[in-house]
Structure formats: structure tokens, C-alpha cells
């Protein structure tokens, strides 16, 4: 729990860098690699406790800014599904969602 917290505020305050650099595509002071290992991290969090699994690493997702809004998602197959984790900062907090997309087969 204190290790998912510390994880979160990191996040954060990254977020809060990108916001105070004018919110530019650049990375600043190694964000653009720290930032997305702790976005994977909560969302392998969540998927473990969901799913049971850890699916996501910092290189398998992709971050955006849209407005003054940061973002990662990634999406990984998971026995006849995906599993898609998206980690946005919305206000200086991370929010995880995990969605679990079910793949049917016709035979």
C-alpha cells in the first residue's frame, strides 16, 4: 500500500513537471522514462488484484498529452482477451483503469 502511494505521487509530480514546462511533448529531467514505469506499475497493481497477472511494462504502453492532461495506455493479450490499462493525472492524481477486452470466436 505505502509503495502504490509513493508510486502515485511520483506520478504526480511528474505530471506536475510537464504541466509547469508548458505542457510540451518533451520530456523533462528523465520523466519520459520514469513516468511511464510508474504508470505501468499501477496498472499491474490493479491487474494483479483483478486478474492476478502483471502484464505491462513502461515499454509496452504509450503516453499522450491531450490538453493539460496526461495519459498512458497499453494493451496485452490475456488467454481469449486483452487486458487494456490506461493511466491518466487528472488534477495532480493518477487515475488506473483496466479494462478486460473479451475476444469471441465463432465456429
Known amino acids: 500500500m505505502k509503495k502504490a ?15 509547469s514546462n ?4 518533451e520530456p523533462t529531467a528523465g ?8 504508470a505501468a506499475g499501477l496498472a499491474n497493481r490493479e491487474t494483479a488484484q483483478r486478474f492476478g497477472v502483471e502484464p505491462f511494462t513502461a515499454e509496452s504502453g504509450s503516453v499522450s498529452i491531450e490538453g493539460k492532461q496526461w495519459n498512458w495506455s497499453a494493451a496485452k493479450g490475456y488467454g481469449h482477451s486483452d487486458l487494456r490499462a490506461s493511466v491518466s493525472v ?3 492524481k493518477p487515475v488506473v483503469q483496466i479494462d478486460q477486452i473479451v475476444i469471441e470466436t465463432w465456429e
Open 90 to 92: 487528472v488534477q495532480g
Open 31 to 38: 520523466s519520459d522514462r520514469i513516468a511511464p514505469a510508474l
Open 5 to 19: 502511494l509513493v508510486a502515485s505521487l511520483v506520478l504526480a509530480l511528474v505530471a506536475v513537471a510537464y504541466w
Open 22 to 25: 508548458g505542457w510540451r511533448t
